[in-house]
């Protein structure tokens, strides 16, 4: 890095242009009031006590809905807190006149002292352009070798030059336009800078979603609490007197003069969870702050997307304390969790459940998080008693096989009625079982059983074995129905109550004898990089306790077990089936969708007579290896 600066150096030098040239006065500081301006904006300046955006490659003004600039579609504007530039298609204008520009393709556009300066490509290389507005000079940089790079306001006369790795690495460092020569480097980071600064304050908005904001007059490296509306989707920002002027992606422009704030003590806990999947809501929220309140604590969510969390939780961010994961995605052979076996306000709580649920929990002799969500009715199958007893059949032994599915089928069929609506199994489930992604990460089946499921799959679409609405006779029934719990809370209205229902529920078939696990699952865990872990072990089991996790036909603690075994010799029953699933539960993994769909491809054109069954299983077999190899 070093070695680069001298060279970068030695080449501004002796370029030897725009040195020593008259500067532009100080910007005018002005101080705006709170505001929000939902104007589908694309990008934002600020000159003086006006705010300009654009909308439709047209430039307006927030006071107002009058657009005032339209000579030329607009891409970009900048400020140099005195006068607008408006740049598009390689012109700017700026104070009454227009500039012609080398490129007309650019990935980013600043306006800094009297210096147009402009991101773009040129092969697979970035490049930097310079424009001196006083004597008509242009000059072109390679900041570095990269795949990207961008520059962003700073303040007065400086800019951000921000430069891209093919490996995630990003460097920024600030560069004088008055003088052309490089200052000091202000980060340097493994994920992405996209957001600038003012002449105190650093604002550092990640890629990853964090917002780092320091002061520079102050402790190096002191960080502080943006305000929830300055994120990791601010696309823009610049600053103006004691304000903050930036724009979501969302086009969405916000004032804020409290934008930031100290780093409250440690007795706030910060969950992160998808945006998509809002787990923690407002009233489970109010709920968990309010048992909270004598000791202190307070629980807030910060919400993002997945890719976001993912990067953070790789970046070793640690701007939050608890992260909400589902359990398709959650990830065990890498240490980004903290293992829970030490902190007692935990380990206590699972002492009173069942032992299935900590193994659950549980990987390499660590807890890795705590379960907070279980749904265990896609892993079983809800059946008709009538019917079972109308054909005086029993039900299957619970490790039954896809070849004893199919002869159900054929025996029921032949009685009039049909054993489902649905497929017995899919390939998705075929990987869960015989896929381990966690320790050998290989596919343990060598194509035996793939070829197996494939054609007892086609036999029972060929012999018409599964009920179909088009084609099913006047009056017949399906013994099988869709995902059920053996037990589930039912409100009874007359009693105000919540009331146990006992299900008659069955297990599913297996490909070879192992049941199948088609639980779903979230998890709530603990950053490793938490400053905060003591506290954020309370608040974990504060959500561990039955009334925010015992639903849905889900069972974790032994007392409430109990009480539902006593009801009767059936309750026992559906008690012990339910106590199977949880000991055959574990989390899985997400499976490529892409991969997925190409895989049931595969399949239907066997199905369809299209291709035969050894070209299907070696094209399904080569494909979902790659999930193992990836």
């Known amino acids: 890095m070093k070695r680069f600066l001298s060279c970068f150096l030695i080449t501004v030098m002796m370029l030897g242009v725009?040195?020593?040239?008259?500067?532009t006065p100080k910007r005018e500081e002005y101080t705006f009031p709170d505001a929000e301006y939902d104007v589908?904006?694309?990008?934002?300046?600020?000159?003086?006590?006006?705010?300009?955006?654009?909308?439709?490659?047209?430039?307006?003004?927030?006071?107002?809905?009058?657009?005032?600039?339209?000579?030329?579609?607009?891409?970009?504007?900048?400020?140099?807190?005195?006068?607008?530039?408006?740049?598009?298609?390689?012109?700017v204008w700026c104070d009454g006149k227009t500039y012609q520009l080398p490129q007309t393709e650019i990935g980013s556009f600043v306006y800094a002292d009297g210096t147009f300066c402009w991101s773009y490509m040129q092969g697979e290389l970035p490049q930097i352009g310079f424009y001196n507005t006083r004597n008509g000079d242009s000059i072109t940089i390679a900041p570095m070798t990269g795949v990207a790079c961008s520059v962003l306001p700073f303040h007065d006369d400086s800019i951000?030059?921000?430069?891209?790795?093919?490996?995630?690495?990003?460097?920024?460092?600030?560069?004088?336009?008055?003088?052309?020569?490089?200052?000091?480097?202000?980060?340097?980071?493994?994920?992405?800078?996209?957001?600038?600064?003012?002449?105190?304050?650093?604002?550092?908005?990640?890629?990853?979603?964090?917002?780092?904001?320091?002061?520079?007059?102050?402790?190096?490296?002191?960080?502080?609490?943006?305000?929830?509306?300055?994120?990791g989707d601010t696309q823009k920002l610049d600053f103006s007197g004691e304000s903050a002027i930036f724009l979501s992606d969302t086009g969405t422009i916000y004032v804020r003069k409290d934008y930031c704030t100290p780093i409250a003590s440690?007795?706030?806990?910060?969950?992160?969870?998808?945006?998509?999947?809002?787990?923690?809501?407002?009233?489970?929220?109010?709920?968990?702050?309010?048992?909270?309140?004598?000791?202190?604590?307070?629980?807030?969510?910060?919400?993002?997307?997945?890719?976001?969390?993912?990067?953070?939780?790789?970046?070793?961010?640690?701007?939050?304390?608890?992260?909400?994961?589902?359990?398709?995605?959650?990830?065990?052979?890498?240490?980004?969790?903290?293992?829970?076996?030490?902190?007692?306000?935990?380990?206590?709580?699972?002492?009173?459940?069942?032992?299935?649920?900590?193994?659950?929990?549980?990987?390499?002799?660590?807890?890795?998080?705590?379960?907070v969500n279980l749904q265990v009715q896609n892993s079983l199958w809800g059946y008709n008693a009538e019917l079972l007893d109308e054909l005086e059949m029993s039900l299957p032994?619970?490790?039954?096989t896809l070849e004893d599915y199919y002869k159900m089928a054929a025996d029921i069929r032949s009685k009039g009625h049909y054993i489902s609506k649905f497929t017995p199994l899919s390939l998705s489930d075929y990987i869960h079982v015989f896929g381990d992604m966690y320790e050998t990460q290989s596919l343990t089946d060598d194509g035996t059983m793939l070829r197996k499921y494939l054609?007892?799959?086609?036999?029972?679409?060929?012999?018409?074995?599964?009920?179909?609405?088009?084609?099913?006779?006047?009056?017949?029934?399906?013994?099988?129905?869709?995902?059920?719990?053996?037990?589930?809370?039912?409100?009874?209205?007359?009693?105000?109550?919540?009331?146990?229902?006992?299900l008659d529920t069955w297990y599913p078939v297996t490909f070879d004898g192992t049941m199948p696990d088609l639980t779903v699952m979230d998890f709530l865990q603990m950053n490793k990089n938490s400053v905060n872990k003591q506290n954020a072990a309370l608040v974990m089991a504060e959500f561990m306790k039955p009334e925010y996790i015992e639903n849905r036909g889900t069972v974790y603690y032994r007392e409430t077990g109990d009480t539902i075994r006593s009801i009767s010799e059936k309750a026992e029953e559906c008690f012990q089936i339910y106590l199977n699933v949880l000991a055959?539960?574990?989390?899985?993994?997400?499976?490529?969708?892409?991969?997925?769909?190409?895989?049931?491809?595969?399949?239907?054109?066997?199905?369809?007579?299209?291709?035969?069954?050894?070209?299907?299983?070696?094209?399904?077999?080569?494909?979902?290896?790659?999930?193992?190899?990836e």
């Open 584 to 629: 055959n539960s574990r989390p899985r993994y997400s499976h490529d969708s892409e991969t997925l769909r190409f895989m049931n491809a595969e399949a239907e054109k066997y199905y369809n007579d299209e291709q035969d069954l050894d070209y299907t299983v070696e094209k399904i077999l080569a494909r979902a290896r790659m999930i193992f190899e």
């Open 160 to 231: 951000l030059i921000c430069c891209y790795e093919v490996s995630g690495e990003m460097y920024s460092y600030e560069f004088d336009t008055a003088s052309m020569k490089p200052g000091k480097f202000m980060t340097e980071d493994t994920f992405s800078l996209s957001a600038a600064a003012d002449e105190d304050t650093l604002v550092l908005i990640r890629s990853t979603g964090r917002v780092d904001i320091q002061k520079l007059s102050e402790q190096a490296g002191e960080r502080r609490n943006p305000c929830k509306e300055l994120n």
């Open 266 to 371: 440690g007795n706030t806990v910060v969950i992160l969870q998808e945006k998509d999947n809002a787990y923690f809501g407002e009233i489970t929220l109010q709920r968990v702050n309010e048992a909270l309140s004598e000791s202190g604590l307070e629980v807030v969510v910060s919400e993002y997307g997945a890719d976001q969390i993912k990067l953070k939780q790789l970046a070793g961010d640690d701007d939050y304390d608890l992260y909400v994961t589902d359990g398709y995605s959650i990830v065990l052979d890498y240490p980004i969790y903290e293992p829970l076996n030490t902190y007692h306000a935990i380990t206590d709580q699972f002492d009173l459940m069942y032992d299935e649920i900590r193994d659950i929990c549980t990987f390499n002799g660590n807890i890795y998080g705590v379960l």
């Open 40 to 91: 589908n904006a694309t990008d934002l300046a600020v000159v003086g006590d006006k705010i300009y955006y654009i909308r439709e490659e047209k430039v307006y003004e927030t006071s107002s809905d009058v657009v005032v600039f339209e000579e030329f579609p607009v891409q970009y504007i900048s400020s140099n807190g005195k006068a607008l530039a408006v740049y598009g298609n390689g012109q």
């Open 455 to 502: 054609e007892i799959m086609k036999k029972l679409q060929k012999e018409g074995l599964l009920y179909s609405k088009e084609t099913a006779e006047e009056g017949a029934k399906t013994l099988f129905g869709g995902s059920c719990a053996p037990f589930a809370e039912k409100y009874n209205q007359e009693t105000g109550a919540n009331e146990i229902v006992l």
């Open 397 to 400: 032994d619970a490790s039954w």
């Open 18 to 23: 725009l040195a020593g040239c008259e500067t």
